[in-house]
């Protein structure tokens, strides 16, 4: 057998393995994102939609009882207030979401409920301690200092955020990280919103937009109740 043939024989081998791996990856892939997701059924945004609701109303209900008001668009909002509406919004959504579903499904809305709740309140928690340095700095209490610190804690919370989540349920990589997508950075317009109402800013005051804290708490609980 010439070298040449040699070579040849070689190289036809070697293209072979290198295709015959990329479709085993392929495989592997898809296997693994089928694995990981379900078709969304209408059932599944029925039953997130009404979990969302009643978990997002149940804590509106006490606060306007604590608050002494019948008007909830009059209701005053602190950081402890903002953290149960979430938590009671995705837990709620996330448990009658579940009913009915298979045990890995299950799996899946537990960790997409946890990742919500965590994108929905630790981006509020660093912007909050950011914004505390910045009141106390002469230099940087300011309007524009603070609105400064309010979007990069907010970028930084959230991508943080992200990483825990998939390091946590997943710390092998052995299924598709989550992602942030663009419906995550609108959900988390809650945060800003939260952030700037306890910063106290004259025209954000004037604008009452804490007025739409529970209807954007309660999309999150729906998007994790109906999570595949």
Not at 57 to 72: A, D, E, G, H, R
Not at 76 to 97: D, N
Not at 115 to 134: A, C, D, K, R, Y
């Amino acid at each position: 057998m010439t070298v040449e043939k040699i070579n040849t024989n070689f190289q036809i081998y070697r293209n072979f393995s290198l295709t015959s791996s990329k479709q085993q990856s392929s495989r592997d892939k898809y296997r693994r994102s089928s694995a990981y997701e379900h078709e969304v059924k209408t059932s599944d945004k029925i039953q997130s939609a009404i979990g969302a609701l009643v978990g997002t109303s149940i804590p509106l209900l006490y606060m306007m009882k604590k608050q002494n008001t019948k008007n909830i668009f009059k209701l005053s909002y602190g950081l402890k207030e903002m953290v149960t509406l979430s938590a009671s919004s995705i837990g709620c959504a996330t448990a009658v979401g579940m009913i009915g579903d298979t045990k890995e499904a299950k799996k899946n809305k537990f960790r997409e409920g946890v990742f919500q709740f965590m994108n929905g309140t630790v981006p509020t928690w660093i912007v909050t301690g950011v914004l505390s340095l910045t009141e106390n700095s002469k230099k940087y209490n300011n309007i524009p200092s603070k609105i400064g610190s309010v979007i990069l804690s907010l970028a930084v919370g959230m991508y943080g955020t992200a990483t825990v989540s998939n390091l946590l349920f997943d710390p092998l990589d052995k299924k598709p990280d989550r992602k942030l997508t663009l419906k995550d950075c609108i959900a988390n317009i809650d945060d800003a919103i939260g952030v700037l109402i306890l910063a106290k800013i004259p025209f954000v005051e004037k604008l009452h937009i804490e007025a739409l804290l529970p209807a954007i708490y309660a999309y999150s609980g729906y998007r994790a109740g109906k999570s595949n």
